[in-house]
């Protein structure tokens, strides 16, 4: 695989993060600030929100998610020469956070379709976001240890990055800027609040396929 092909394969995990984000935005987007919003509130936008908008944002769970893994095979292809079982090792562990991911965004739709037609303390409301807290575990889990693998690579110059890079990784520095979007005036706080994980995994995909470049790859293996 050459650096064209693995730069198209984060560009497509970019491209994923933009379908999510517009998902998250089919699900409960709205103008308005970021300030004070409880559980309830974001219900009672979900509740709000047509039936053919939460149809909408399911589908884009296994379509974003499917590119986002196709980006995770790119961050493979980036260490693959260098470091290949430590690679594969990141590969596998972003796999299932993808698969559980696709999950978690698909059940959205039922749960505001539910949100809508059933209240928010309806026995079918409650199941669904219990079956999320089985899924988040896991894509925690997962998701920072491929995350851990990558940056170990990036930091031993076997990733094809600069190392630089690493401060762009949403596990790290962009991905805790969220608590500062509630200090963004409306309109545009709500809606950068609510896909801010997406918005750096775009962020964080564009970056490496514009800075990767095979002559950083040290040799070796690991």
Not at 19 to 40: C, E, N, P, V
Not at 85 to 112: E, N, T
Not at 187 to 201: A, E, H, K, Q, R
Request: net charge positive; charged share 10%; proline share 4%.
């Amino acid at each position: 695989m050459d650096a064209k092909k693995t730069k198209w394969l984060l560009w497509a995990g970019c491209l994923g993060a933009a379908i999510l984000f517009a998902g998250d935005m089919f699900f409960y987007g709205k103008w308005g600030s970021a300030r004070g919003l409880s559980d309830d509130v974001w219900n009672s936008v979900m509740a709000a929100v047509p039936v053919w908008r939460h149809h909408l944002g399911s589908i884009t769970g296994p379509v974003g998610g499917g590119l986002c893994l196709l980006g995770a095979v790119g961050l493979w292809a980036c260490g693959r020469r260098a470091a290949p079982r430590l690679a594969a090792m990141m590969l596998g562990f972003f796999y299932v956070f993808s698969l559980f991911g696709v999950l978690q965004h698909g059940i959205y739709g039922p749960i505001g379709i539910a949100l809508r037609l059933c209240g928010g303390h309806s026995e079918a409301v409650v199941q669904m976001f219990r079956l999320e807290g089985l899924l988040l575990p896991v894509m925690r889990y997962t998701y920072y240890a491929g995350v851990a693998i990558w940056i170990a690579l990036t930091v031993w110059k076997k990733a094809g990055v600069p190392r630089w890079t690493v401060f762009l990784c949403p596990a790290l520095i962009t991905g805790r800027l969220d608590s500062l979007l509630v200090y963004i005036p409306a309109s545009l706080g709500f809606p950068l609040y609510g896909g801010w994980g997406n918005i750096v995994d775009m962020i964080w995909f564009a970056v490496l396929a514009l800075t990767y470049r095979e002559a950083f790859v040290k040799g070796g293996s690991a």
